[in-house]
């Protein structure tokens, strides 16, 4: 498995908005591409987006149990900006993150297991903060180059 260099940050809370679909584990691979792809991607051009956080778009997680999960795609929201039609609000929570950066979308699943399993049993201040979404950041150069970060809520023991 692919070692990641975590590093500990302290994130604001981040007033979005956007879209998001509800999906398993086995079917996230195809549901959440195609929710940027046909649903959300369409609609960035044009977004209010909160220029304290330019050119960024986030994917965060909820898991509603071991297996089902609502997926969001979103983007930071303007102050006093309309939340455009058909999508709602959704808060990144304010916290103590873990975050690992990636070469590409195909590392997403060796990044969550390194963070869940060996770094955060390696820690003797942090554990995860399981109640909280986890969540994808892209930058405006994720089509040409790929990368993004992940980033893992974490509480202080």
Same mark, same amino acid.
């Given at each position: 498995?692919?070692q990641?260099?975590?590093?500990l ?6 007033r ?11 079917k996230?691979g195809t549901?959440? *591409?195609?929710?940027?792809?046909? =649903?959300?991607?369409?609609? #960035? $051009?044009? @977004?209010p ?7 960024q778009?986030?994917?965060a997680?909820v898991?509603?149990?071991s ?8 983007m *930071?929201l303007a102050?006093?900006? =309309?939340?455009p039609?058909? #999508? $709602?609000? @959704? ?7 873990a975050?690992?950066?990636l070469?590409g979308?195909n590392?997403?699943?060796d990044?969550f ?6 770094w ?9 903060? #399981?109640?909280?979404?986890?969540y994808e950041l ?11 970060s992940?980033y893992?809520?974490?509480l202080?023991k």
């Open positions: 498995m692919t990641f260099a975590v590093t940050k302290e994130c604001p809370a981040i979005c908005a956007g879209l998001k679909v509800h999906t398993t584990m086995q996230a549901d959440c *591409p195609a929710l940027w792809q046909k =649903d959300f991607g369409p609609r #960035m $051009d044009g @977004f987006a909160d220029p304290q956080f330019p050119n778009s986030y994917g997680s898991m509603l149990d297996d089902n999960f609502d997926y969001w795609a979103l *930071p102050p006093g900006a =309309d939340v039609e058909g #999508m $709602d609000i @959704f808060t990144l929570p304010a916290g103590p993150y975050t690992a950066k070469a979308l590392q997403l699943g990044a297991t390194h963070i869940y399993g060996p955060i049993a390696a820690q003797e201040n942090y554990t995860l903060n #399981m109640q909280e979404v986890c892209y930058t405006y150069d994720f089509m040409t180059t790929g990368e993004l992940i893992c809520p974490l202080q």
